[in-house]
């Protein structure tokens, strides 16, 4: 299969027509939360290898397009009550189509093929989770204002029970995004079982396999995002060490 490229993908996103519907024009843009580190686009995910690219800070962003296009990232911190030393970390991408229904509330559809979720945990393991994610969101309703303290234009999403979700900024307009076309497709691959004494037939079984399958990132685990590539009981136990050295080092 020939390469895909960033360049073919946005032809094929000029070139595919729209079924997506007009949205208020005041959403347009790419919006992110305070750090402005997490940003939809290139430089949080890599569609052609497949990969995530972390981001110096935790964050959201998401990005609306005037004919009815979003684009999200996330990139969180976990706490970890049980083990407060074992903070978790997730970073999710997905895109797809956004409705503002008649009530004022949003739809967020994302392509359910195209969603990626990188889960870490320092204390579970040497590598991190990457799996699809798809998960259709409905914002019971937003405001688009002036912050009063930063005089930055803010937009307030909140969750479809209400909850608010932490404020964000326009970072750029038009939005910066990836195609809004449907980047990883997959295709099905049918494997024969093998025939087995007194069998009557040879079953078949289907398999999704991404069309990026080949991509070089396929063939090995991830390493943890870098929140998580310090061995934390180490850490903890070099403190402790320190603290005694200082004091027996004071008494002398």
């Not at 989770?129 to 019971?140: A, D, G, H, I």
Request: glycine fraction near 6%.
């Amino acid at each position: 299969m020939a390469p895909v490229s960033f360049h073919s993908l946005f032809i094929a996103g000029a070139c595919l027509a729209s079924t997506a519907t007009a949205l208020n024009a005041k959403l347009v843009g790419t919006w992110s939360t305070k750090s402005a580190k997490v940003l939809t686009g290139p430089g949080f995910y890599n569609p052609v290898n497949d990969s995530f690219i972390e981001p110096k800070h935790t964050g959201i962003s998401y990005s609306f397009t005037a004919d009815g296009f979003y684009e999200s990232a996330y990139y969180r911190a976990i706490a970890n009550p049980a083990k407060p030393q074992c903070p978790g970390a997730i970073m999710q991408f997905q895109h797809g189509s956004v409705v503002e229904n008649l009530d004022g509330s949003l739809t967020l559809t994302p392509i359910s093929v195209d969603g990626r979720q990188l889960q870490s945990n320092p204390c579970d393991g040497k590598f991190s989770l990457y799996t699809r994610y798809n998960q259709t969101e409905m914002m019971k309703k937003y405001a688009v204002s002036i912050d009063p303290y930063s005089k930055l234009t803010r937009l307030d999403l909140y969750q479809f029970d209400g909850a608010p979700i932490q404020p964000m900024y326009l970072a750029f307009t038009p939005p910066q995004m990836l195609p809004t076309i449907t980047m990883n497709p997959i295709s099905t691959v049918t494997k024969k079982a093998k025939r087995t004494a007194g069998a009557e037939a040879e079953a078949k079984h289907q398999y999704d396999v991404p069309l990026n399958k080949d991509a070089a990132h396929m063939k090995h685990d991830f390493d943890r995002p870098l929140l998580h590539q310090m061995d934390v009981n180490m850490l903890w136990w070099t403190g402790v060490g320190m603290t005694v050295f200082g004091g027996v080092a004071y008494l002398l």
